[in-house]
C-alpha cells in the first residue's frame, strides 16, 4: 500500500516512477500486478475529443465610464456570450453560435464559426472584439462599449466545464435510410458506418472506473495547463451496467472541470463544427492515477480488449426514447476499423483522437518525471456505485398531474 504523500515525496526527490497508461499494460503483461504495483508509482492518461459542455468564464475589467454588461448582450467575434452575471463577468459555452448562423436550413451550424473556436483563439494569444450593449445605470451610465480583449487585458479567464471526461460513451450507428446528422457526426445510412468517441485504455475514468483516486480537487492537465476536478460532471451516472469487476460497459462518470485559460495553449483546446449539429471544442484532458495497490495496478493495466461499448442507433432509438443497445464491441474491435453488427460488416470511424490523447499522457508523465507536478488527495469522493445516482429523464406532466 501507497500514500500520494509517499508518492509525491518520490517526486519531489526525482525517484519517481511515472509511465503512461499504454506502457503499464505492458509491463503488467509481463511482471504481473503485484510486480507492477511495487515497481510503478504514477499511471498518467490523456483524452482530446469533443466536449459540448465546456465554457470559459472572463470577467473582462471595467470602462471609462463603466458599463453593466450584465443584463444586456455581449458578443465576442459575433459569438454570444451568456451575461446574467455581474456587470462584467461573462460564460463563453463551446457551443454557442452567432445570431446570424442558419440555423433553419437543412445544416444548421455548418462550417460556421463559435463559442469553441473563440475560446481557441483567446488562449492562443489573439485579440478577439468585443461588442456589447445594455441599459444604464447610476453606478453603470455606460450602455455600449465596442473593443478588442485578449488574455493579457481581461482580469480573469478561466475555463469551467460543467461535463467533460466521459467515462465512456455509446457508439453511434445508423438504421435508416437517410444520412442523419449528429454530436458524433455525419453517421452515414444503412449501417454504413460505426462512429465513436473515447481513447480506450488511455481514457482518464477508465483507468479508475472506482474513483478510488479522482475526486473533488484532484489536480490535472487541461488544455495544455493545470486544472482540477471541481465536482462531479453533469450526467454523472455511477450506477450504469458494468462488468463484474468494476468496468463501465456504457455512459457513467463524467467530470467538472476547472482550470486557468491564461495558461492553456490553442494545441489542447480547439474549436470545430460538426455538419448539421453546430459548434463544439475538443478538449485535452489527463489525469495521473497514483498506483496506491494491487487492485489500482490492475485497473490501470486494463487494455482496448477490455473495455466495452454499446452501440446505438441515432436515428431513432436515441432521440425517440431510452436507446437500447443493438450490440456490445470492444474498443479493440473498434480501433481494428471493422465491426459485426447483425452479421454485417460496418466501418469503424473515431471522433476523438487518439495521437492526441497519446501526446497529453506523455506530457503528464514528462511534468510529473521532472518534479513539475505533484498530485492531490481529494477533498471529496465523487458519488460512487453505491450512491444510488442514476441518470434521470425530464416529467413533462403539467403541475396539475403532478400532483
Sequence with gaps: MKTIAEINEKIKKGKVVVVTAEEMVDIVKKSGTKKAAQQVDVVTTGTFGPMCSSGMFMNLGHSKPRIKIGGGKCYFNDVPAYCGIAAVDVYLGATAMPDDDPRNTVYPGAFKYGGGHVIEDFVSGKSIRLEASTYGTDCYPRKRIETYINKETVNEAYIYSPRNSYQNYNVGVNVSKKVIHTYMGVIKPNLGSANYCSAGQLSPLLKDPKYRTIGIGTRIFLGGGIGYVAWNGT??????????????????????????????????????????????????????????????????????????????????????????????????????????????????????????????????????????????????????VDSGISLVTLDERTPEEMQ
Aim: a negative charge; charged letters at 20%; hydrophobic letters at 35%.
Design 235 to 384: 450526467q454523472h451516472n455511477p450506477c450504469a451496467a458494468r462488468t463484474p469487476e468494476g468496468l463501465p460497459k456504457g455512459g457513467a462518470g463524467t467530470l467538472a472541470v476547472i482550470g486557468d485559460a491564461k495558461k492553456m495553449s490553442g494545441d489542447y483546446l480547439k474549436g470545430a463544427s460538426f455538419l448539421g449539429y453546430g459548434p463544439t471544442m475538443f478538449v485535452g484532458l489527463g489525469i495521473p492515477i497514483p498506483v496506491l495497490d494491487e487492485e489500482m495496478a490492475y485497473f490501470t493495466s486494463r487494455s482496448d480488449e477490455d473495455f466495452c461499448a454499446q452501440v446505438v442507433d441515432y436515428s431513432g432509438d436515441y432521440p425517440n426514447r431510452i436507446p437500447k443497445s443493438l450490440c456490445e464491441v470492444t474498443y479493440a474491435q473498434l480501433k481494428s476499423g471493422m465491426i459485426s453488427i447483425n452479421g454485417k460488416d460496418v466501418p469503424t470511424y473515431p471522433i476523438s483522437s487518439y495521437s492526441k490523447a497519446r501526446e497529453i499522457a506523455s506530457a503528464l508523465k514528462g511534468w510529473i518525471g521532472s518534479g513539475g507536478f505533484l498530485l492531490t488527495n481529494p477533498v471529496e469522493p465523487l458519488p460512487g
